[in-house]
């Protein structure tokens, strides 16, 4: 199989630029096929109450699609209202949650193992020195 990887932006915010793709091959490998998609808060909102039956926007929905396949939706809207919470830029929590949301396709589960994974990566990718 061959590396494929797209990003999907149905927002009107331009996004930073950051290395995703590297991320992804880091974290999931070349041979998983990604989609990263942006979406507004609408279909944030109706994605997470129709898969989590929780009836809110949410910043992150990762999607498995196979074992070489997935996708992740963020809500640019939501990272950006969150940003004081987790006392991050914009770019650092939006790769942060790139991060977050590649580790779960990889079969993760919110764990101090996770937790220590995430940190790994966010450090090598958006260490603030």
Same mark, same amino acid.
């Given at each position: 199989?061959?590396?494929?990887?797209?990003?999907?932006?149905?927002?009107?915010?331009? #996004?930073?630029?950051?290395?995703? %793709?590297?991320?992804?091959?880091?974290?999931? $490998?070349?041979? !998983?096929?990604?989609? &990263?998609? *942006?979406?507004?808060?609408?279909?944030?909102?109706?994605?997470?109450?129709?898969?989590?039956?929780?009836?809110?926007?949410?910043?992150?929905?990762?999607?498995?699609?196979?074992?070489?396949?997935?996708?992740? #939706?963020?809500?640019?809207?939501? %990272?950006?209202?969150?940003?004081?919470?987790? $006392?991050?830029? !914009?770019?650092?929590? &939006?790769? *942060?949650?790139?991060?977050?949301?590649?580790?779960?396709?990889?079969?993760?589960?919110?764990?101090?193992?996770?937790?220590?994974?995430?940190?790994?990566?966010?450090?090598?990718?958006?260490?603030?020195?």
């Amino acid at each position: 199989m061959r590396e494929s990887f797209s990003v999907i932006n149905q927002t009107k915010g331009k #996004l930073p630029g950051l290395p995703f %793709v590297i991320i992804k091959n880091d974290i999931l $490998g070349k041979d !998983y096929s990604l989609s &990263l998609a *942006f979406i507004d808060e609408v279909t944030s909102q109706r994605l997470n109450k129709t898969y989590r039956k929780k009836d809110k926007p949410t910043n992150i929905l990762s999607f498995p699609l196979s074992k070489t396949e997935g996708e992740i #939706l963020i809500c640019p809207v939501v %990272v950006k209202r969150e940003l004081k919470k987790f $006392g991050r830029t !914009y770019r650092q929590l &939006l790769g *942060f949650l790139v991060i977050h949301g590649c580790l779960h396709l990889k079969g993760m589960r919110h764990s101090s193992t996770m937790e220590r994974r995430e940190k790994f990566y966010d450090q090598k990718y958006f260490s603030r020195h």
